[in-house]
DNA sequence: CACATTGTTACCAG
DNA sequence: ACTGGTAACAATGT
């Protein structure tokens, strides 16, 4: 559930507390999400520092000191938390790195669905090379958007989600910003006239940006690394509200699943 | 107790 | 080689 504004939202926190910090432990009591392996990982980490945390799509990298980074996927339900030493154990957490400082960086993950892996600087890693770009970089503007999506087949809402198009965006955010630019999920990308992509990208980034302002959505266990949770759920327009009617219109949202996924749309804004 | 959950990949067909 | 479509998968609270 973390997208793009849950981990960005993350690494600055984890920027602001622990960058400068060095590994002194690693525990984990689900070696199983563990790569290449707990042992090995201890090796690699224990004794470097933390150099930089980067975001790319929905992971986290932790850039080390000694030419190795720990990258991190939260995937549905992992929460990466900063403690100190001693306080009070939080639910679910797996894996703890022991920090200097009397920090602790906990992950927590209810569904056990995210990972850690940690791999050299310089191998390459076809886990990172397969996203596409960042909206709210320069990578992507409004005409590079409509150029990578005009000739896509598949219904939007899709290509959206996509990692390997558009890295970052998942469920909520391609909700919300197909509902303000009044796209129904369903349409086919290449069907799409340049200045309704246009009208799209610009939607993508205003809920991007809400998002971030609002320090995520925590629609469910979603919270930042002190553990609080963000508060853009309470600004959602169309998200979870199957059945409640349209902000605009008055029309009852409507909720069809798309490539599986649940999906709401206002069945009249939305064409 | 079967199900929903969701990002991602494996697999297949075209 | 690439695209699109679908199933499968991780694990567990409800």
Request: glycine share 8%.
């Amino acid at each position: 559930m973390p997208e793009l504004p849950e981990v960005e939202t993350i690494r600055k926190d984890l920027e602001k507390e622990i960058v400068g910090l060095t590994i002194l432990d690693f525990k984990t009591e689900w070696p199983k999400k563990v790569f290449p392996s707990e042992k090995e990982v201890k090796r690699r980490i224990i004794g470097a520092t933390i150099k930089s945390i980067e975001r790319r799509a929905k992971l986290l990298i932790f850039h080390l000191s000694n030419n190795y980074k720990i990258i991190f996927h939260l995937k549905i339900s992992g929460q990466l938390l900063i403690r100190c030493k001693g306080n009070p154990s939080d639910k679910y957490t797996h894996h703890v790195f022991g920090l200097s400082k009397g920090k602790q960086l906990r992950f927590a993950d209810l569904r056990k669905f995210g990972y850690i892996k940690v791999i050299s600087e310089t191998e390459k890693d076809k886990e990172l090379e397969k996203f596409g770009p960042e909206p709210l970089s320069q990578e992507l503007n409004p005409q590079k958007f409509y150029e990578i999506i005009k000739n896509r087949k598949k219904p939007i809402k899709l290509v959206l989600m996509d990692q390997g198009i558009i890295a970052g965006v998942g469920n909520i955010y391609a909700n919300e910003s197909l509902f303000l630019a009044h796209i129904h999920p369903e349409r086919k990308a290449n069907n799409l006239s340049e200045e309704k992509a246009v009208t799209l990208y610009k939607k993508i980034e205003q809920v991007l940006k809400e998002g971030l302002e609002f320090r995520g959505a925590s629609d469910n266990n979603y919270v930042d690394a002190y553990g609080e949770k963000g508060r853009y759920q309470e600004h959602f327009r169309v998200y979870g509200k199957r059945d409640k009617p349209c902000p605009k219109c008055g029309t009852t949202l409507k909720y069809n699943k798309v490539g599986g996924r649940g999906t709401v749309f206002c069945p009249k804004c939305q064409k």
